[in-house]
C-alpha cells in the first residue's frame, strides 16, 4: 500500500510541477502582461501545490528524500506526470487549451480527493481546489474568448485541441495504483470523473465555436513513466541543471 | 522571564506587517490561527494564504524576530494546512485598511463594490490575476485609475 499511495502522490506532484514549469517558461514573454502575470501566478500555485505533494510523498517513502530532491534529482524515467503536461508551449492557444483540459480534470479530482481516507491528501486537497477552481475560471473563459475571436485565434485553438485531444484519455486511464488507491477509499477511480468532465469540456467548446476529434485514441505511458516523451528530458535538463552543477546549492 | 499572558502575544503579533502589503497585520490576514504556551516553549500555528506564495517564509521568519524581539526564546511555528487559508478571515481592521491603501477588499460576489479611490461603483477587471497571489487587477472607469482587488477565495 505505502508504495501504491508513493506512486499516487507522485502523480499529483508530477503534474503540477511539471505544468507549473511549463508555463512559467511564459514570464516575460506572454502576448500581453496580464496574461504574462496569470501564467506565472498559476505557474507559482502550481508549485506550491507541487512542495506539498512531493513533500508528503518523501515522507511516505521514508528513504531521506525531500520534496526538492524529488523534483530535482530524479531522471525522466522515475516522473509520474501526464503526457499532455511535458508537451512544449508552442504558442498561446496550445498553452491554454492544455491548462484548460487539465483544469478541469485538476478540479474534478481535488474535489473528489477532499473526501479521502488519507488526512493528509484531503487536507492538501482542499488547500489546492481553491487555487484550482480559479485557474479553470480562466482557462475556460480564454478558450470561449480565443475559440470565439477572429479567423486566426479560432484557427489556432481549433489546431490546439485537435494535437491535444489524443492526450486527454491518459488523464482518465486507470491502472493497478488507482485501483489500490480507490479501494483504499484514497482517490476515486479516475474514469468515473470522465462524464462529468466531459459534460464541461462540451459547453465550452460549444461556447467556443470549436470540434472536438471523434478519435478516442489515446497516448499513455507518463503516469505509468512507462514512456514519457521526448521533451521531457529537455525540459527536466533546464529546470534541474543548478541542482546537477552544484549538488546541494541553497540560498 | 515570566510567561507573557496570550492576549498579549496575540497584541505583539498583530504589529507584525505583511511583507507584501504592510498596511495590514499578520493577524488582520488571519494566518496565524493558534498561539499557546506548552510549557517554556511558545508554539504558533501559520496557515498559508496561497500554496505558492513566496511571502510565507518571510512572515515565518518576521514573526519568529518579532517574538524574540519581545524576549521570547523558545518558539515552535506549525505550518497549518487545515481549514485552508479564506479571505473571510481577514479583519474589519484589515478591510478598512486595504481600502485606505487603494486595495478593494475581497467581496463575496467575486469583485470589488466600488474603486478604492474615488469611490464610484463602475468598475471593470482588467485581469484575474495581479502583482501577488492574492491580487486582482481592476479598472474604475470613472476616474480612470487601475486598482488592486484582494480576490476572494
Request: aromatic share 8%.
Amino acid at each position: 500500500m505505502s508504495d501504491g499511495l508513493f506512486q499516487f502522490l507522485l502523480r499529483m506532484g508530477d503534474n503540477t510541477l511539471v505544468l507549473g514549469h511549463r508555463i512559467s517558461e511564459w514570464c516575460g514573454q506572454a502576448p500581453g502582461l496580464e496574461e504574462d502575470i496569470a501564467l506565472a501566478n498559476t505557474a507559482l500555485d502550481l508549485i506550491g501545490q507541487t512542495q506539498m505533494w512531493l513533500g508528503y510523498a518523501a515522507e511516505v517513502e521514508g528513504a531521506g528524500r525531500t520534496a526538492d530532491d524529488l523534483a530535482f534529482l530524479r531522471d525522466v524515467w522515475d516522473f509520474r506526470n501526464l503526457l499532455m503536461l511535458e508537451r512544449p508551449n508552442l504558442d498561446f492557444g496550445h498553452t491554454i487549451t492544455r491548462q484548460f483540459f487539465f483544469d478541469a480534470f485538476h478540479v474534478l479530482l481535488l474535489t473528489r480527493l477532499q473526501a479521502s481516507s488519507d488526512a493528509r491528501v484531503a487536507e492538501i486537497a482542499a488547500k489546492s481546489v481553491k487555487e484550482a477552481a480559479y485557474h479553470l475560471e480562466r482557462s475556460a473563459d480564454l478558450v470561449i474568448a480565443l475559440g470565439d475571436g477572429t479567423d486566426e485565434s479560432h484557427q489556432r485553438m481549433q489546431s490546439a485541441v485537435d494535437l491535444l485531444w489524443p492526450f486527454a484519455g491518459e488523464m482518465f486511464a486507470a491502472d493497478d495504483v488507482d485501483n489500490a488507491m480507490a479501494a483504499a477509499g484514497i482517490a476515486p477511480d479516475p474514469a468515473s470523473l470522465r462524464a462529468e468532465w466531459q459534460r464541461k469540456v462540451d459547453q465550452v467548446m460549444a461556447d467556443a465555436t470549436l470540434t472536438l476529434p471523434e478519435s478516442q485514441f489515446a497516448h499513455q505511458g507518463g503516469k505509468t513513466g512507462r514512456q514519457h516523451t521526448e521533451h521531457l528530458g529537455h525540459m527536466l535538463a533546464q529546470m534541474q541543471w543548478l541542482q546537477r552543477a552544484y549538488p546541494g546549492a541553497t540560498w | 522571564m515570566t510567561r507573557p499572558d496570550i492576549p498579549t502575544i496575540w497584541r505583539w503579533l498583530d504589529q507584525v506587517p505583511d511583507p507584501e502589503i504592510p498596511v495590514i497585520s499578520v493577524v488582520d490576514l488571519g494566518i496565524v490561527r493558534d498561539v499557546a504556551w506548552n510549557g517554556d516553549v511558545l508554539e504558533v500555528a501559520l496557515t498559508p494564504t496561497y500554496s505558492g506564495c513566496p511571502a510565507t517564509s518571510i512572515i515565518n521568519l518576521d514573526v519568529e524576530t518579532a517574538l524574540r524581539a519581545r524576549g521570547i526564546d523558545k518558539i515552535t511555528l506549525k505550518r497549518q494546512l487545515s481549514p485552508p487559508w479564506t479571505t473571510d478571515w481577514l479583519s474589519d481592521k484589515g478591510r478598512a485598511r486595504l481600502t485606505d491603501y487603494g486595495i478593494a477588499p475581497p467581496q463575496p460576489a467575486g469583485g470589488p463594490t466600488a474603486c478604492p479611490h474615488c469611490g464610484d461603483a463602475d468598475v471593470e477587471r482588467i485581469s484575474q490575476f495581479g502583482s501577488t497571489p492574492c491580487k486582482a487587477h481592476w479598472r474604475c472607469k470613472t476616474c480612470l485609475e487601475p486598482f488592486d482587488y484582494f480576490k476572494c477565495i
